[in-house]
């Protein structure tokens, strides 16, 4: 009777393993995904959870674990807003299940475009118009002043239109790797 119950206890036991093993994402499998919304630098928060679609079958070992277009979830790891004029936008994600199977995988990282070159050409630009007003209207005292005047305007529209916001748009496609097996 013993031996009865523990050839019934090791298959049941041998199934369940051979089951898990199907649904098995190894460490190193990249996974493509499609957004299903935008995330913006702006407005997204860390801690925060998107959904995506797999972009393609998700096959392991010649067996198709999730379909194109299955339910892929991740987080938000981190979310910075851009500053007016510096510090551009940045977002961190990582994917965290994949048709339901928790997955761990590598980050996500972009950064919006810097400030530098567009924030010296507004001030350098009005520092310049103002200088040749300020000549044209009052000579050489004038150029300095009309300068001063057109740099500080210049800095006022760098810092009214100088944020730099990263947008990740609906339906980008981002390729995560795993970093360690996947068990459902």
Known sequence: MLSKLWKTNFLVLLLAVLAAAETTIPKGTPITVRLESAISSASARSGQNFNANLMRDLVVNGKTIAKAGAQARGKIVYAKGSGRLHDPGQLTLRLTSVSGIPVMTTSFHAKGKGHAKSNATKIGGG???????????GGGKGALIGAGAGAAAGTGVAAATGKEEVVLHAESAITFTTTA???Q
């Open 127 to 137: 520092a310049a118009a103002g200088a040749v007003l300020g000549a044209v209207f």
């Open 181 to 183: 097996d996947g068990r």
